[in-house]
């Protein structure tokens, strides 16, 4: 974990304890090391700041293209981690990035999804989540964020929940085995989603 990011975290978290009650479920099914996906289903903007103060390792997040606009976004983002994808593209070049986090070790964390929900409801996870653990060799860990009230996220109850790791068979990469740990990762977040 960087200098920059534990800074920037410390701050985070005493914005969360004072605004939101968070419970988080089997954090520990986060390793404490070695390249994993973290694959989170997403409902407001707070949700990648909540995910980066309760896990204990630092999260590369793959961020709108909007939000490397400015000179000062772009700077503060890229030192946390996080870099930019063109949404509705096939941005070849985030994919690859994500994957050298993977490589590397790292967490690359992401909103499968592609949007944020506005029922709260988990809509179908899109195959870049998969792609990104087939082709680094990872396995995917996904994870729940469940608000207390939907339309007034902040100071209310938040609760996080980890499932078990997916272990994802590197050999397996054609299309329709992507299409088909895609279709399995939307099963197991509603899955995950429904116990809580």
């Known amino acids: 974990m960087s200098k920059l990011y534990r800074f920037c975290r410390g701050l985070a978290a005493i914005f969360v304890f004072i ?3 968070v419970k988080v479920i089997n954090a520990d099914k986060l390793s404490a090391s070695g390249g994993v996906v973290l694959c989170c289903n997403h409902v407001a903007a707070i949700d990648p700041v909540i995910l980066g103060v309760k896990c204990k390792r630092q999260l590369c997040f793959m961020g709108k293209a909007e939000l490397f606009k400015t000179r000062l976004t772009r700077y503060l983002f890229t030192k946390l ?19 050298e986090v993977v490589k590397n070790g790292g967490v690359f964390a992401i909103f499968p999804e592609g949007t944020r929900s506005k029922t709260g ?13 087939v082709t680094a060799g990872s396995d995917i860990l996904p994870v729940v964020i469940k608000y207390g009230a939907l339309k007034r996220k902040i100071f209310c109850k938040v609760t996080l929940k980890f499932g078990d790791p997916v272990k994802i068979n590197p050999e ?15 099963e197991i977040l509603r899955e995950l989603h429904s116990t809580i």
Request: hydrophobic share 35%.
């Open 81 to 99: 981690g996080s870099f930019a994808v063109e949404r509705g593209k096939h941005d070849h070049g985030a994919i690859q990035k994500a994957q």
């Open 19 to 21: 605004c939101y009650r």
């Open 121 to 133: 409801e988990i809509a179908r996870a899109k195959p870049g989540a998969a792609l990104v653990a």
């Open 172 to 186: 397996v990469n054609t299309r329709d085995d992507i299409r088909r740990i895609t279709e399995n990762l939307t």
